[in-house]
């Protein structure tokens, strides 16, 4: 119960700033922009849209997840959010909001590229959506305990995507590949492996981030 408490905080907070909103809306808009009037009148291959799609959504992840923590510190707010609530459950509150805003965002760019991108078609809709459901709980889940590590730096800006990249990219790959199957009708069955690793970054991921958390916030 506390953890939607303060997932209702932070998302009333962001509806009247709408700080992470914005930001990932121009991002967005302008990197979409920006591809559209490069290609001119190219056509893009399957594979290239597939892999732009994900490019962008790292990115636009880079610039709108990266404040989860770094607005309690700026807020003065961290030490009572140490009073009233335990690690875990201040974990889950912000997961569960950083989950709500990528899940939104990510839907967003994928309309946005199914309209405008001739060559972004899904074949396998059932494989995109199971690469797509995991892939997005792998982006909050990452995202949001290196929001906690960098949340104290005084370079948070630089520090979040250097952190982020090494962290993130097996997981981008990973999506790579199972987006390029279902662009080319490939099966669930044939494409195991990939939901494997898949699944297994995310339990990873989100029991190494409930375990470190635990001593991030308390430093």
């Avoid at 892939?135 to 906690?148: E, L, R």
């Amino acid at each position: 119960m506390k953890s939607y408490s303060l997932f209702r905080k932070d998302w009333q907070s962001e509806i009247r700033t709408r700080y992470a909103i914005n930001a990932l809306a121009m991002f967005i808009l302008v990197t979409i922009s920006v591809i559209m009037f490069s290609i001119g009148n190219e056509k893009l291959s399957a594979d290239l849209t597939g892999g732009l799609l994900w490019v962008v959504i790292f990115f636009s992840a880079m610039s709108g997840l990266s404040r989860a923590f770094v607005s309690e510190e700026e807020r003065g707010t961290t030490m009572t959010l140490h009073l009233i609530a335990s690690p875990s459950t201040i974990y889950s509150g912000k997961l569960i909001f950083n989950l709500l805003l990528v899940f939104l965002m990510n839907l967003v760019i994928t309309i946005l590229f199914s309209m405008l991108f001739p060559s972004f078609i899904i074949k396998n809709f059932l494989l995109f959506t199971i690469a797509f459901f995991f892939g997005n709980i792998g982006i909050a889940v990452s995202s949001t305990i290196i929001a906690a590590i960098i949340s104290k730096a005084s370079s948070k800006g630089t520090l979040y995507p250097v952190l982020s990249f090494p962290i993130l990219l097996p997981l981008i790959l990973t999506l790579l590949e199972l987006t390029k199957f279902s662009m080319e009708g490939n099966s669930v069955a044939a494409s195991q492996v990939e939901i494997y690793v898949l699944l297994c970054y995310d339990v990873i991921m989100t029991t190494a981030s409930y375990l470190l958390f635990d001593f991030i916030w308390k430093e």
